[in-house]
């Protein structure tokens, strides 16, 4: 092999090689993680939901466990790539942002996967939480090095106006 060409594909490597190492963490990845680690971070007793998320949603939409991408789609009303599915624990959940119709973050998982648990109390297949005027506080527990959030039940918690609602799919 000449030199010139030996030259040729080591820049042609270097070249594959910078552009892999490059490609940045994607945005809804960026905000899971983030929402994540400001759960896995709390320190005190109570949080409220809004504080949570440091990124432009919305609607949050948490899931119970054994929910497929499609049936959270047909909640949610929109198909993507960016929602995943976890389907292996009985404990796991998935929590899917949205802003307008774009998904903005996708949780997905169960407490010993992911280091926390949101408990949202008594529900079927999921809730909805919007960001808009949300009063949605969590209490915060911590056993077993597993931080658990809490919907309390309080008077503003749970409206129709925000908070920890009960919504139905659309028809």
Same mark, same amino acid.
């Given at each position: 092999?000449?030199?010139?060409?030996? *030259? /040729?594909?080591? %820049?042609?490597?270097?070249?594959?090689? /910078?552009?892999?190492?490059?490609?940045?963490? +994607?945005?809804?990845? #960026?905000?899971?993680?983030? *929402? +994540?680690?400001?759960?896995?971070?709390?320190?005190?007793?109570?949080?409220?939901?809004?504080?949570?998320?440091? *990124?432009?949603?919305?609607?949050?939409?948490? *899931?119970?466990?054994? #929910?497929?991408?499609?049936?959270?789609?047909?909640?949610?009303?929109? #198909?993507?790539?960016?929602?995943?599915?976890? /389907?292996?624990?009985?404990?796991?959940?998935?929590?899917?942002?949205?802003?307008?119709?774009?998904?903005?973050?996708?949780?997905?998982?169960?407490?010993?996967?992911?280091?926390?648990?949101?408990?949202?109390?008594?529900?079927?297949?999921?809730?909805?939480?919007?960001?808009?005027?949300?009063?949605?506080?969590?209490?915060?527990?911590?056993?077993?090095?597993?931080?658990?959030?809490? %919907?309390?039940?309080?008077? +503003?918690?749970?409206?129709?106006?925000?908070? %920890?609602?009960?919504?139905?799919?659309?028809?």
């Amino acid at each position: 092999m000449s030199s010139k060409k030996g *030259f /040729l594909l080591v %820049c042609i490597m270097m070249v594959f090689t /910078l552009c892999a190492c490059s490609k940045s963490e +994607s945005s809804v990845a #960026k905000n899971t993680k983030s *929402f +994540s680690e400001a759960v896995k971070g709390q320190k005190g007793d109570r949080v409220m939901f809004n504080d949570l998320a440091d *990124f432009e949603w919305e609607n949050a939409y948490i *899931f119970i466990a054994h #929910k497929t991408k499609e049936e959270m789609e047909d909640v949610i009303g929109l #198909k993507s790539d960016d929602i995943s599915e976890f /389907l292996e624990d009985d404990d796991a959940f998935n929590i899917v942002f949205l802003s307008g119709d774009k998904v903005v973050a996708n949780v997905s998982g169960s407490p010993s996967t992911l280091g926390y648990d949101i408990d949202m109390g008594m529900v079927e297949n999921y809730r909805r939480i919007r960001k808009e005027n949300n009063t949605c506080e969590f209490g915060v527990s911590t056993e077993d090095e597993i931080v658990t959030l809490t %919907c309390l039940r309080q008077d +503003s918690g749970i409206t129709t106006g925000g908070g %920890c609602e009960d919504f139905m799919p659309k028809k």
